[in-house]
């Protein structure tokens, strides 16, 4: 079965550039998950939807950032204008339930902002 | 206080060891509770949900102490291929009002 799938597994433009990273949840999961990681703050929730409907963009950063989910096997999560300090890895991640079922991650994308 | 706290570590041990780790928690309305392993450079992945009664999974059992608020993941006869970083991640409140906090990480090194 495939997993989650993120793309580009890695990004690399300059600073004012206009990101844009995609994931495919897995087949049938209604709960889709974005997440920001870097060593000084760990995993961070940024948003997350239910049926394609966002619930929670309180970890969103801040207005450059933003997510959508046209349908339930496309989302997207752009950043413009983007910034040095946006530099991670953005994970996606799917899950069936939210709080009783394992979230699955797609492989990240890397991104650097230079 | 953090809402979710790990020891950073690193844990260093040998092979074949019995090692095991913490994760705190503040809200004591928590209710769902994970261990995900993550490797490096790559993307964490579930190691086992945390039940209220206890939990094993042939080396590896967690368990949950809720007067103390804190989950442990306790690991036995170690291996090099544990060797990773063991997220916790908890979850409290219900419906739209829920919230995942997940933990820095404890980072594992097992050594021949």
């Known amino acids: 079965d495939a997993g989650v799938i993120q793309s580009p597994r890695h990004e690399v433009t300059e600073m004012g550039q206009e990101v844009t990273l995609r994931c495919k949840p897995i087949s049938g999961h209604d709960y889709l998950f974005w997440y920001r990681q870097t060593m000084m703050r760990g995993l961070e929730l940024l948003i997350y939807?239910?049926?394609?409907?966002?619930?929670?963009d309180s970890g969103m950063p801040e207005d450059r950032f933003s997510a959508k989910m046209p349908n339930a096997s496309f989302s997207t999560l752009k950043i413009q204008p983007s910034e040095p300090r946006d530099s991670a890895v953005y994970f996606c991640a799917s899950s069936f339930k939210y709080s009783n079922q394992p979230q699955h991650f797609g492989d990240g994308t890397r991104l650097s902002i230079l | 206080r953090k809402e979710v706290e790990q020891d950073p570590g690193p844990f260093n041990v040998p092979e074949g060891a019995t090692v095991a780790f913490n994760c705190t928690y503040s809200n004591s309305a928590s209710q769902s509770f994970f261990w995900y392993r993550q490797d490096c450079r790559k993307e964490p992945k579930l190691l086992m949900s945390?039940?209220?009664?206890?939990n094993e999974d042939g080396r590896f059992t967690a368990q949950l102490n809720r007067a103390s608020q804190y989950i442990s993941l306790l690991i036995r006869d170690s291996k090099l291929s544990d060797s990773a970083t063991y997220l916790c991640v908890v979850i409290s409140g219900a419906g739209n009002n829920r919230k995942l906090i997940w933990g820095l990480g404890t980072s594992l090194a097992v050594n021949p």
């Open positions: 939807f239910n049926n394609n409907v966002p619930i929670d």
């Open positions: 945390v039940y209220s009664s206890g």
